[in-house]
Nanobody, 125 residues
Framework: QVQLVESGGGLVQAGGSLRLSCAASGPTFTTYAMGWFRQAAGKRRELVAAISWNGGSTGYGNSVKGRFTISRDNTKNMVYLQMNSLKPEDTAIYYC??????????????????WGQGTQVTVSS
């Protein structure tokens, strides 16, 4: 069983930055891929960023490439999402997710089996 707890969301002006954190429980954190997804009101959930078990591979949704960076610290069971140059269209609930069946990068939400409760990010114009 994996538990995921996100933190770091909030209200920020356009052009600003936020750093989201995700704390994962369990002794096997180093054996699986992680990802960040988001869901805006009235829209489908979409991939933001994903990372392999050791951080060696990362992937991003087209709308955040060049602005967001995913990273992980396996010594602390943590995953991070650094968000820069935020835009109003980045406003959404952001979810941390674990794909415990894979070491490698996973870019589709159906490949993730554990999810956090989400943290709200609001970007004002």
């Amino acid at each position: 069983q994996v538990q995921l707890v996100e933190s770091g969301g909030g209200l920020v002006q356009a052009g600003g930055s936020l750093r989201l954190s995700c704390a994962a429980s369990g002794p096997t954190f180093t054996t699986y891929a992680m990802g960040w997804f988001r869901q805006a009101a009235g829209k489908r959930r979409e991939l933001v960023a994903a990372i392999s078990w050791n951080g060696g591979s990362t992937g991003y949704g087209n709308s955040v490439k060049g602005r967001f960076t995913i990273s992980r610290d396996n010594t602390k069971n943590m995953v991070y999402l650094q968000m820069n140059s935020l835009k109003p269209e980045d406003t959404a609930i952001y979810y941390c997710a674990a794909s415990t069946g894979s070491y490698y990068l996973r870019m589709v939400d159906s490949e993730y089996d554990y999810w956090g409760q989400g943290t709200q990010v609001t970007v004002s114009s």
